[in-house]
């Protein structure tokens, strides 16, 4: 098998070489403020377009997308191999693809198929512009390369969903992101981005000590606007609370990189007396989404990729499956992303058109799966914990068919009256077919390359 990394290390040696030069020359920290100022006209293009997008009607989206897809499918059945052998093998002419209706008729891809042979998925014909490893907290972490147009997507987009969270590309923020490993390389606590004007800091190893420079920090620079995993925010929100602190406060702050739970969003949303804002992304870059004003559901960016969900029953969320419209140097077609959500084109209060993904409830890995075969959402093992807020902290693990491991972080013994009314409600929820185990652990570590915090774990 050919090491994903080892293929899409090539890209750098196209990118030109006086870039290369100097981005190889400056810290990581300095890289990713150097990279936020690529994407030029397109961006400033893509960008102009999401605000035009936003006044239009349905149908006038959807036949932006099918042109889109007519384009890519075409793109793809002459220049990528993959594509190629598959419309051979499935008897499908690209002509036949002409709308996103006609999209049915490709098979979807999984990232086990691109881990099979990466360099089938690559153009030989345009040009990357860099890559991105996808995180790898619920599996093999893969590498995404893409190019210019996709890149500048990716920046538009973003930065249209902070204008519908109150701020802007520019406004000082802070930002909590997936970049623990990064400080452990130049050692730094955290980083102004003088472009962005963002403070980074750091996620990676969260103490009392840690969250006191936060303060620190916070009180230095004044940010009005934040971003970052929600556990993060979750637990810094707990320590301003233990400590009676009251005056850290924002207008808005925008969740992103893990799934966004009712009780956290409720926590942090009263420490900071702010406004919060979901936002979904992922590496592949071909489904970000967003809340607005009305906080009712994420709009998906039309320009990014076409969304659908596979197996939506009735309310039930199914398998978020996008097709991406920008990334002509890997384009990804009807590529499930491995998360489970559920889509609406019911016109949001807010007059913006776009669908939007009403509830993204985490990985379809991490489902619960019963002896019996019935599958339990994680939604509804973390509502279920909700109950019991004696816990601060909290990890499901499904060990195996029969075993369900609870850990939970808490000072002082656990109440054995709790644990007893916890347990018996979680065998209930799992139609008494399981056993739980209720364990006191110190503390519960984020996993994968981007420093995740997981609720619950299937091993199975
Ligand atoms: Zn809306």
């Known amino acids: 098998m050919l090491n994903p990394q080892k293929v899409f290390s090539k890209t750098w040696t196209i990118t030109p070489n006086s870039i290369k030069k100097i981005i190889s020359k400056i810290p990581l920290t300095r890289q990713v403020c150097a990279l936020t100022m690529f994407g030029g006209i397109h961006y400033y293009k893509y960008y102009k377009k999401l605000q035009k997008m936003q006044e239009w009607n349905p149908e006038k989206i959807n036949n932006y997308q099918s042109k889109q897809i007519k384009k890519i499918i075409n793109y793809a059945y002459e220049n990528i191999p ?132 936060y303060i620190n920090i916070i009180r230095k620079y004044n940010p009005q606007y934040a971003e970052g995993h929600p556990s993060v925010f979750y637990k810094f929100a707990l320590y301003l609370k233990e400590k009676n602190i009251t005056n850290i406060q924002l207008k808005s702050l925008q969740s992103c990189g893990e799934v966004l739970y009712p009780f956290q969003r409720d926590a942090i949303s009263k420490t900071f007396n702010c406004e919060i804002f979901d936002f979904y992304a992922n590496e592949e870059g071909i489904c970000y989404a967003s809340e607005c004003k009305s906080h009712n559901g994420m709009h998906i960016s039309p320009i ?9 029953k009735e309310n039930q969320p199914g398998e978020i499956i996008a097709t991406g419209l920008c990334n002509y140097y890997m384009p990804l077609i009807r590529y499930n992303l491995q998360d489970m959500g559920i889509i609406t084109t019911e016109k949001c209060e807010c007059g913006n058109s776009f669908s939007r993904l009403t509830s993204v409830i985490g990985r379809s890995n991490d489902t619960i799966i019963l002896p019996d075969k019935t599958q339990i959402p994680p939604n509804h093992f973390t509502s279920a914990m909700e109950k019991f807020r004696f816990a601060e902290g909290f990890q499901i693990i499904q060990e195996d068919q029969k075993n369900i491991n609870i850990n939970i972080v808490k000072k002082g013994k656990i109440n054995l009256k709790e644990t007893k009314i916890l347990k018996k409600y979680m065998e209930s929820l799992t139609k008494n077919q399981m056993t739980i185990s209720i364990n006191q652990v110190k503390d519960i570590n984020p996993i994968g390359r981007k420093n995740k915090y997981k609720y619950i774990i299937s091993k199975i």
């Open 82 to 213: 993959y594509y190629r052998n598959l419309f051979k093998k499935e008897n499908i002419k690209p002509s036949q693809i002409r709308c996103t209706d006609d999209l049915k008729r490709i098979p979807i891809l999984t990232k086990s198929e691109i881990l099979k042979d990466p360099s089938k998925f690559i153009s030989k014909k345009n040009k990357a512009f860099t890559t991105k490893l996808t995180g790898g907290s619920s599996g093999t972490p893969m590498s995404i390369a893409y190019d210019l147009k996709h890149y500048a997507s990716r920046r538009a987009t973003t930065r249209f969903f902070k204008n519908l969270a109150g701020y802007d590309d520019y406004t000082i923020r802070l930002g909590i992101p997936s970049l623990g490993p990064l400080y452990k390389t130049n050692q730094e606590f955290y980083e102004y981005n003088p472009i962005t004007n963002q403070i980074f800091i750091s996620s990676t190893h969260l103490s009392k000590e840690i969250f006191q420079k």
């Open 304 to 312: 990014m990729g076409f969304v659908e969900i596979e197996n939506q």
